[in-house]
């Protein structure tokens, strides 16, 4: 698989860690929902993902300031995370 759209269809739930086993998603669009707590960082795996949407959500928390350190989401060209209840800065992708 390597094309997730849910758009809005009101999700709830939390994101789960095992979304990171999807190697092959390119792209993961959620928008519209009530998914809540962290972003795991199992997410930031994801090494072809070229655009990540988890827009208008309950997330909340930082994301990791070592986001791209080992070149994981160097083909990242689109990350939305508008509406969202993070804190913190967002580290820079390229």
């Not at 519209?32 to 988890?54: C, D, Q, S, Y």
Request: hydrophobic share 40%; aromatic share 6%.
């Amino acid at each position: 698989m390597n094309w997730i759209e849910i758009d809005d269809n009101n999700l709830e739930g939390y994101l789960p860690k095992s979304i990171g086993g999807l190697a092959s998603l390119g792209y993961l669009n959620l928008q519209i929902g009530t998914i809540g707590g962290g972003v795991p960082h199992e997410l930031f795996e994801l090494r072809n993902i070229t655009i990540l949407t988890i827009a208008h959500h309950e997330v909340n928390g930082t994301l990791p300031a070592t986001l791209n350190d080992d070149g994981a989401f160097d083909k990242c060209d689109a990350l939305q995370l508008a509406g969202n209840k993070l804190n913190g800065e967002i580290p820079e992708l390229h």
